[in-house]
């Protein structure tokens, strides 16, 4: 019999760690600056095109050797070569979990159940490359013969969040006289807004759904051929306007798409981990596959990175391991991530979903509730937005929140003087976040002794600085293989599986009988008080007008 694993925090390596902090925790970064003129380089590192400043964290040389020896204990560099070789780490779903394999190139071998992926992988880039291309230059045309000039996204959670994001990432090197647009909201709002100016003749719909069951995709992709009929009449015209992205060939003949029109992926793919599989359909069509190419091989270069690099110089494991101290030692609860560039407003939203769908889990990989926090909330809007709204919390308030700062030394869109002024903010937050303005100093400045409370800013507030050269489709893909990998590195030393996702079932369930119940008045509600009041009040009122 194996005996039972310990859970992170029986492990001597916590413990060590735990002392630490207390050793630590009111150590402040002015002094240990202060202390350390090497410490800017001894905490840095670059790869992949991107430079991490990790000195302003509450951290010595030893807090980072007692972290990367509970990595090691943690075995990250065995969980690692179990994924990257295709092995079914997703035990609740018996699935492998190979994201990498997408941006793989070809002649490089990763087998799930016996079978190389990398050349099917390959098969249905070249297949949306082909399509891409014959869009792009006007060559598939509508039904009526007019020119696509809109791409609509229909998908949710992972069929979304990617695409949309990165869309608007790359907005720059996208095809000025391509509209792509996305919806996903089962709140018919959101169709009827993403579709008022657009002309059915000119449109594509691109349906995306790894299952091709969800509520919200399927609902939606009824509502758009309807739309698209209403015009053009002719049920031969949902061939030329709809696509689809799917891993359920059966589901997508039965809504009636010609499989022709179907980019497969494959269930070893997690929904928010897709963006570079089909899923990346609309970026491929908004930068053109050479682009995309280029975001690929940004993924590509970080996975690498993420396998070779020793963990003490490994972006990944670095920031994973500087979150879990402050989950798990400082009990932050929530981590910000602040882009400094407007393309990238998207960011925060689909790292949620990375994030918080595969770490906000309570029991590990044996299904024992953990004694241990795990997935923090994130959160972040672009700066300088931020500053004008929530980061008075991050100096002031009482809550420790963990950010990181993610800017660029070249703008895309040079402007004046909009770039430095952006960026001057951007070195200046992080710099007031470390280490504020004592008492001392204000008195120095003549401030008003009444006023000193207010005015002083304690300071250690722990960043991360990513900066890099420009925002590229190259570096966009590093970016996000660099938190994918993260959060697989916290999954291994929090236990838990990253890879499914439970928690989403519930509501679902719920929904589905509520609604049956909402459509025919004569169903009893079998529910709680509040439940039923509420459900009989919408009854009685949702067609009043
Ligand atoms: O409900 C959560 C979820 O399953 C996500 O994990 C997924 O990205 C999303 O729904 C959409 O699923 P699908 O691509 O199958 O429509």
Known sequence: MTAEKKMPNE?????????HYEELRGRRLKDLFAEDPERARRFSLEACGLYLDYSRNLIVAQTMELLFALARAAGVREEARRMFSGEKINSTENRAVLHVALRAPLGERIEVDGKDVVPEVHRVLEKMEGFARRVREGEWRGYTGRRIRNVV????????LGPNMACEALRAYGQKDLRVRFVSNVDGTHFVEQTRDLNPEETLFIIASKTFTTLETMTNAHSAREWCLARLHDPAAVSRHFVAVSTNRSGVAEFGIDPANMFEF????????????????????YIGPKRFREMLAGFHAMDRHFAEAPLESNLPVIMALLGIWYVDFFGAQTHAVLPYDQYLYRLPAYLQQADMESNGKSVDREGRRVSYHTGPVLWGEPGTNGQHSFFQLLHQGTHLVPADFIGFCRSLNPLGDHHDKLMANFFAQTEALAFGRSAEEL??????????????FEGNRPTNTILAERLTPEVLGAIVALYEHKIFVQGVIWNINSFDQWGVELGKILAKKILSEITDESVPLGHDSSTNALLSRYRARRRKD
Not at 11 to 19: A, G, Q, Y
Not at 153 to 160: R, T
Not at 266 to 285: H, N, Q
């Open 11 to 19: 492990t001597k390596e916590w413990t060590s760690l735990r002392e």
């Open 153 to 160: 996204n229909i998908g949710i959670g992972g069929s979304d």
């Open 266 to 285: 494959w269930d070893w793919v997690g929904g928010r981990y897709s963006m570079c599989s089909a899923i990346g359909l609309p970026i491929m069509l």
């Open 443 to 456: 008195r120095g400045e003549g401030v008003d002794e009444k006023l000193i409370p207010f005015r002083t």
